[in-house]
T-cell receptor, first 113, second 113 residues
Framework: AQSVTQPDIHITVSEGASLELRCNYSYGATPYLFWYVQSPGQGLQLLLKYFSGDTLVQGIKGFEAEFKRSQSSFNLRKPSVHWSDAAEYFCAVAPVNDYKLSFGAGTTVTVRA | DSGVTQTPKHLITATGQRVTLRCSPRSGDLSVYWYQQSLDQGLQFLIQYYNGEERAKGNILERFSAQQFPDLHSELNLSSLELGDSALYFC????????????FGPGTRLTVT
């Protein structure tokens, strides 16, 4: 069955430390891959996406993600987090030529001073 | 600001009632998607319209229906409401082409009492 897994429900990180959020997917073929962020009381904002090509993708707000086909993973990273990065992060996938996004359960990031 | 607008922002209603949620897509986008975000189900795709026609259906209950009008705005109708329908309902829009980069509105929070 097709699925998107974010193994970490909650991560706490110190301001200025690095952050890595994990995402694994199970699909028949490599889907389109996305990371979205949801701040409290807000809608979802697209951080970055992977369709094809270079497996290291740069996004907004200093985030990047690396696609690893062999591991069916699309992990999100940021070298140095800011207090404003506290939010919920969702990995999402869409099969190629399909239109509906399937989301992981989300990872809540808390940033401590 | 994603350019996608949703009204109302909040809605409180009683069980058995019917409500209509409204979404205006980004200028130029032909596709509208509806998602439901609840604590127990997470973010789930409900339905997609493209240029007025239904294109894809997800986990949408029979009590729910949607349409997209000639001016491309969309409405999601929820009827015979139950307590379990309380959730955040998001609308997203895209140009409808493959690749599926969707822009999300701020959501409508529905509370059924």
């Amino acid at each position: 069955a097709q699925s998107v897994t974010q193994p970490d429900i909650h991560i706490t990180v110190s301001e200025g430390a690095s952050l890595e959020l994990r995402c694994n997917y199970s699909y028949g073929a490599t889907p389109y891959l996305f990371w979205y962020v949801q701040s409290p009381g807000q809608g979802l904002q697209l951080l970055l996406k992977y369709f094809s090509g270079d497996t290291l993708v740069q996004g907004i707000k200093g985030f990047e993600a690396e696609f690893k086909r062999s591991q069916s993973s699309f992990n999100l990273r940021k070298p140095s987090v800011h207090w404003s990065d506290a939010a919920e992060y969702f990995c999402a996938v869409a099969p190629v030529n399909d239109y509906k996004l399937s989301f992981g359960a989300g990872t809540t990031v808390t940033v401590r001073a | 600001d994603s350019g996608v607008t949703q009204t109302p922002k909040h809605l409180i209603t009683a069980t058995g009632q019917r409500v209509t949620l409204r979404c205006s897509p980004r200028s130029g986008d032909l596709s509208v998607y509806w998602y439901q975000q609840s604590l127990d189900q997470g973010l789930q795709f409900l339905i997609q319209y493209y240029n007025g026609e239904e294109r894809a259906k997800g986990n949408i209950l029979e009590r729910f229906s949607a349409q997209q009008f000639p001016d491309l705005h969309s409405e999601l109708n929820l009827s015979s409401l139950e307590l379990g329908d309380s959730a955040l309902y998001f609308c997203a829009s895209s140009d409808g082409q493959g690749g599926n980069e969707q822009y999300f509105g701020p959501g409508t929070r529905l509370t059924v009492t």
